[in-house]
């Protein structure tokens, strides 16, 4: 099971750092891929960024590039995402999720298997 958490109200060009981690026996580092994704009010939702376990290749949608990085944390069993420099634009739920597929589509929901609750994030002007 999946938890996104750590979301929250911030300013336009504040910080956060969401988390993503795993419960139970699940470990993130069994799965191909972990992913973020977002989902504005009355939008659908969203590719953010990427993380393969193979290499730890990153993927970030052109929106947030050179603004969020995505890393792992093995020893604590996470995936987060930092995001700085935030604008309003950027407010919405959002979702970590996973997949057991090496060659699935990244980009797209329907590349993941599982997929956590979501975590609010507020960013006023």
């Known amino acids: 099971q999946l938890q996104a958490c750590w979301g929250g109200l911030v300013q336009a060009g504040g910080s956060l750092r969401l988390s993503c981690a795993a419960s139970?026996?699940?470990?993130?580092?069994?799965?191909?891929?972990v992913g973020w994704f977002r989902q504005a009010p009355g939008k659908e939702r969203e590719y953010v960024a990427a993380i393969s376990w193979s290499g730890a290749r990153t993927y970030y949608t052109d929106s947030v590039k050179g603004r969020f990085t995505i890393s792992r944390d093995d020893a604590k069993n996470t995936v987060y995402l930092q995001m700085n420099s935030l604008k309003p634009e950027d407010t919405a739920v959002y979702y970590c999720?996973?997949?057991?597929?090496?060659?699935?589509?990244?980009?797209?929901?329907?590349?993941?298997?599982?997929w956590g609750q979501g975590t609010l994030v507020t960013v006023s002007s």
């Open positions: 139970g026996r699940t470990t993130l580092s069994s799965y191909a891929r």
């Open positions: 999720a996973a997949s057991n597929r090496v060659n699935s589509d990244y980009a797209h929901l329907v590349g993941y298997d599982y």
